[in-house]
């Protein structure tokens, strides 16, 4: 830049260019180079330094060296010598930096964002905590809704399908609506073929979308930042909630996990300028209207109760009201906490918490109920009885009388039992169908009962931990008693 400035000035004032070349020792054809061109000179590399480097044949290794294992360029260098690498330990810090400068270029983009009620971002991460006297992994399920950064938080034993659909659920019904979009990673539990070829979502994952009418997305292959609005609030949980937290159980930890949601919603947001919680005012208005009921579809857990009143699931057996012997009813583990139990129509039936242990039966006597042989007591009384809860069946009192001469107060006494655990009017109608066809004795009148009636379990209490449930729906757990295998052989006398 220099001479060419001297050049320029000297050629103005006269000077010719033979002078001008003697007197900055250049040549003649360099001068008239300089007068010729418009502008400034400008700097290029020489061939040398633009040439193909020794070390653009291992790209592939240094970019997974840097930025999946973290190593250092000295560390880089020592592993790739080891296998044979040429080229000089400046020229890898050289090459190294032109792939980072690469990178950055690339990762320059566009800020989106998305309008109330248009998308949200799942994903979950594992940490190990300590519950009660032991250290456990758990996996903590985060769902964020992108235009108000209002979220939730819940937490698993497991990261299994079960527990993620129901992950989604308690967000939806946190949130109170549903955004349009989910966007989520391409993990097994949602997709099926990630291939983006070939792509495929998992089956049970769009039936469960698609009762909730939620447009399923999934983010592009080493594009993190699509989904970025969902893994800060990781890390701000990991530094603030995670890190020296220690919980009395796992009851404990979903309650303090749910006021930090709370508190972090009220928390400012640098993204938006302002609380969650406030955006949020302004989105929920644009919340798909929640379906009046869970989404309980469980196919794949579907089992039937033996003769003993137990199933089994996940290597224990669990107890199930007796009314349930022989039938099929539905099972799912929740948030690999605990074993829920539908009928068929999809009402709660029992809970029990998990062991740790496998090849355990866990019993609740209260399933039982009912069961036991009722006290002995006259005929007359049993009469008596029967016309109290059922008044105006006297024709089926007569009849059974007829029908069943030698086991009467067997089969009545056992229909009187039936109404301990079934409605008095569901009864009644099982009633009304043993008139109608013509058939009399217990049997038959358990067996409609079993067939078109759900039992009236009356043993739960509602509790906090699942307040967001539906009215009707069990919410809470009795205390289980666990005991060795053979012991329920000798159960139901």
């Known amino acids: 830049m220099d001479v060419w400035t001297t050049i320029k000035v000297l050629y103005n004032r006269g000077v010719s260019i033979r002078q001008i070349a003697k007197q900055l020792k250049i040549s003649r054809n360099t001068v008239r180079k300089y007068l010729n061109k418009e502008g400034p000179p400008r700097y290029k590399k020489s061939a040398r330094y633009g040439s193909k480097s020794k070390w653009e044949g291992w790209k592939k290794e240094i970019i997974e060296m840097y930025y999946n294992k973290k190593f250092v360029g000295s560390r880089i260098f020592e592993e ?12 890898l810090y050289t090459y190294l930096k032109r792939i980072k400068q690469e990178d950055i270029s690339g990762r320059i983009r566009e800020r989106y964002e998305t309008g109330p009620g248009d998308q949200a971002q799942f994903d979950w991460s594992p940490y190990t905590v300590r519950i009660g006297s032991e250290y456990r992994k758990i996996y903590v399920f985060c769902i964020i809704l992108s235009f108000s950064r209002f979220k939730y938080y819940v937490a698993s034993f497991d990261k299994t399908q079960q527990s993620v659909f129901l992950a989604i659920e308690r967000a939806f019904r946190y949130f109170g609506g549903v955004p349009r979009r989910l966007l989520m990673d391409n993990a097994k539990q949602m997709v099926e073929e990630p291939n983006p070829r070939i792509f495929r979502w998992n089956r049970k994952f769009l039936e469960f ?26 890390s701000y949980l990991e530094n603030h909630f995670i890190k020296g937290g220690e919980f009395k159980d796992f009851d404990d930890l979903l309650g303090k996990l ?14 938006i300028n302002t609380t969650p919680a406030a955006r949020f005012e302004e989105e929920k208005k644009h919340l798909v209207v929640l379906p009046r ?35 099929h009813v539905w099972v799912r583990s929740y948030l690999g906490y605990k074993v829920q139990i539908f009928s068929q129509s999809g009402k709660i039936i029992a809970e029990h918490l998990i062991p740790r242990i496998k090849g355990q039966v866990i019993i609740k006597d209260e399933h039982y109920r009912g069961l036991r042989r009722y006290n002995p007591t006259s005929i007359p009384r049993l009469r008596s009885r029967f016309l109290e809860l059922f008044p105006g069946y006297e024709e089926f009192l007569e009849k059974l009388a007829v029908q069943k001469k030698a086991s009467f107060r067997h089969h009545l006494g056992r229909i009187i039992a039936l109404t301990e655990i079934y409605k008095r009017e569901d009864v009644a109608r099982a009633l009304d169908s043993a008139l109608e066809y013509n058939v009399f004795n217990h049997d038959y009148v358990f067996a409609y009962l079993t067939s078109n009636c759900d039992i009236e379990y009356r043993p739960f209490e509602q509790g906090s931990l699942f307040k967001d449930w539906d009215e009707g729906t069990i919410k809470s757990l009795n205390k289980d008693v666990r005991r060795d295998l053979g012991v329920y052989e000798s159960v139901g006398g």
């Open 258 to 271: 749910q006021e930090f949601t709370d508190n972090y919603n009220r928390r400012h947001n640098l993204g």
């Open 209 to 234: 979308l698609g009762y909730y009418g939620v447009e399923p997305n999934v983010h592009g292959i080493r594009r993190p930042f699509t989904k970025g609005k969902v893994e800060e609030p990781f």
């Open 80 to 91: 790739l010598k080891k296998r044979g690498a040429e080229g000089s330990r400046t020229g």
């Open 293 to 327: 009921s869970y989404f309980v579809s469980m196919k794949e857990e579907w089992r039937k109760v033996n003769y003993d009143c137990l199933l089994s699931y996940g290597g224990n057996k669990y107890s199930v009201p007796f009314g349930y012997a022989s039938k």
